[in-house]
């Protein structure tokens, strides 16, 4: 079987304007997830880019599906 591959990058949303990074909102990040899962995207693969102090710039998500 082979697999088609895309990747997904959440930017995360500023908490101040002083702030490079922030917190992706959960329920947005829920909501794409599910929008692709139903166009058969199944997710192999998370994680952020993290910047200093816990801050998080961007989520990076990969996904597959069935060529």
Same mark, same amino acid.
């Given at each position: 079987m082979t697999f088609q591959y895309t990747v997904?990058?959440?930017a995360s949303e500023h908490q101040n304007m002083f702030s490079m990074g922030g917190k992706v909102? &959960?329920?947005?990040?829920?909501?794409?997830?599910?929008?692709?899962g139903?166009? &058969?995207w199944e997710l192999v693969s998370a994680f952020d880019t993290n910047m200093s102090y816990g801050q998080t710039r961007d989520v990076v998500l990969i996904l597959k599906k069935p060529a």
């Open positions: 997904l990058k959440i909102d &959960g329920e947005k990040l829920a909501a794409e997830l599910n929008r692709l139903r166009e &058969g």
